[in-house]
């Protein structure tokens, strides 16, 4: 068992940055010294519409982690939150009177099967255990502890400023309540209090009713684009075993054990698959449901397969294997640890190192078409040099869909967007070499001033184009911030 805590514990502190990253801290630190919201961004130069900051909170908590402590800060929020996860399962699993080893299972189930949005530093990572706490309250609420409700509109007013999957948990909860209404007949009234209270506290926060506006216009599945809007079945393939890993454990002890659920729990579940089935970024919280509200039928299954094994078979003890087993673990706690001082820079998406120096000396104090994967990297790297981008992976929060698809179809080369960037007046284009773009505007006037071994730098010809620089290939640095 200490092996195998060990073997999570190393897993769970395996922490990198995901592209928007950059931009989070960036914007909570922006937070913390002007102590005010901005209307429109300050960073890129073909904003269009008012930024509704919906994650504004998050990004101040990250920011006064980092501040403070650097990454470890930002790795302590991580845990804490994976923590939290933890904490709501074990003590879900308890209340059923489950063993500690049952429980421990369990809990490492979930955990692991939540690991796919929690393993990355971004606003999502907050959702997750308020969620699990959402979720706990309404297993109480069933108990006739209904002390829990109350809590629900302080957790969605402080949700709907940290990200915005809260419209996941107000879909659960409707549907709860729903369920609730109709199938008692005392407390109708006080339920549908609670319903409403719950919507409201929704405007508790710096935009009132333009932050439903705003999520009504951007939440939608047809952002096949980004990796983590898309379906279910089209993740890769690690991601789509993990998330079925639960569900068919669940779905087994339920009907060898011909156990029965709860149709308002069923309900609840069959929303969250539907979800995550259309999109894959839905998929933790479908497993915290899962490992939450079917608790009771997946600890008696553990129960029914334990007491239905024979005799333990023992084995001949392999001498030395304890001495091995404790090092190793103790080594692997130890490498958590320092784990937890660093994040990793990992995926094809990541520019050069050298590709910021060379925009720096190139385009200082201009505005700069950047490649959507590079944005806010370029937002945390060279916004003090007076330069601005031209999209980066917030998309819909401050561009509009006609921003976007001009954006993408310059990078697809596609012959009514080659001008783009005299339409938008960019002095500079920064873009991956391997797009048949780059040659494209080659043919229209531009030269490229700067190559590293993945990006090239072009400016438009006016006669006094500086030399071309070529740098030598160096790799991106593996830890985050970066240079």
């Known amino acids: 068992m200490f092996a195998f ?27 913390l010294s002007t102590h005010a919201l901005p209307r429109w961004d300050p960073y890129s130069f073909t904003t269009d519409r008012v930024w509704v900051n919906h994650e504004w909170l998050s990004e101040l908590m990250m920011a006064s982690a980092y501040q403070a402590l650097g990454p470890l800060g930002l790795n302590l929020i991580k845990l804490i939150a994976i923590g939290m996860v933890a904490t709501i399962v074990i003590v879900v699993a308890r209340r059923e009177q489950a063993p500690w080893l049952d429980a421990t299972v369990l809990c490492t189930l979930v955990v692991l099967a939540t690991y796919t949005r929690t393993q990355v530093i971004r606003p999502q990572l907050f959702s997750v255990p308020l969620f699990g706490v959402i979720l706990y309250a309404l297993t109480e609420a069933e108990r006739r502890r209904y002390r829990a409700l109350m809590f629900l509109p302080v957790l969605f007013a402080l949700w709907v400023n940290l990200h915005g999957a809260w419209i996941v948990g107000l879909a659960c909860v409707g549907c709860w309540l729903a369920f609730t209404v109709w199938t008692t007949r005392d407390k109708r009234v006080a339920f549908v209090a609670l319903g409403v209270a719950t919507v409201l506290a929704t405007l508790v926060n710096p935009y009132g009713l333009d932050m439903w506006r705003f999520l009504a216009e951007t939440v939608r599945p047809q952002r096949h684009d980004v990796t983590d809007w898309k379906p279910l079945l089209q993740l890769p393939a690690g991601i789509i075993v993990l998330d079925l890993l639960l569900p068919a454990i669940a779905a087994l002890a339920i009907g060898f054990g011909r156990q029965r659920v709860s149709k308002r729990h069923l309900s609840m579940i069959a929303l969250l698959a539907f979800a995550t089935f259309r999109i894959g970024r839905v998929d933790a919280f479908f497993e915290a449901a899962v490992g939450i509200l079917l608790a009771p039928q997946i600890l008696r299954g553990f129960h029914s397969i334990r007491t239905s094994l024979a005799a333990p078979i023992w084995r001949r003890p392999i001498p030395g294997a304890g001495v091995v087993i404790v090092a190793g673990s103790v080594a692997a706690f130890i490498a958590g640890i320092l784990h937890t001082r660093t994040i ?57 869909p006609r921003v976007l698809e001009n954006h993408q179809a310059f990078y697809d080369n596609d012959r009514s967007a080659i001008d783009y960037p005299d339409r938008i007046a960019a002095q500079c284009v920064w873009l991956p070499t391997r797009l048949g773009t780059v040659a494209s505007l080659q043919m229209r006037g531009w030269v490229i001033v700067a190559r590293t071994a993945t990006s090239a730098i072009l400016r438009r010809d006016s006669g006094t184009v500086p030399a071309q620089v070529t740098a030598g290939g160096a790799k991106s640095p593996r830890v985050f911030p970066g240079p």
């Not at 073997?7 to 801290?25: C, P």
């Not at 990541?350 to 490649?371: G, M, R």
Request: charged share 25%.
């Open 5 to 31: 805590a060990a073997l999570v514990w190393l897993l769970l502190t395996q922490t990198s940055a995901d592209a928007d990253l950059w931009g989070h801290l960036r914007f909570g630190l922006d937070l």
């Open 344 to 400: 990793e820079l990992e995926g094809a998406w990541l520019p050069d190192s050298e590709s910021i120096e060379l925009i720096k000396q190139t385009c200082a104090h201009e505005n700069v078409l950047t490649w959507f994967d590079w944005g806010e990297y370029a937002i945390w790297h060279l916004s003090a040099d007076g330069i601005r981008v031209s999209m980066d992976g917030r998309r819909e929060t401050v561009y509009s």
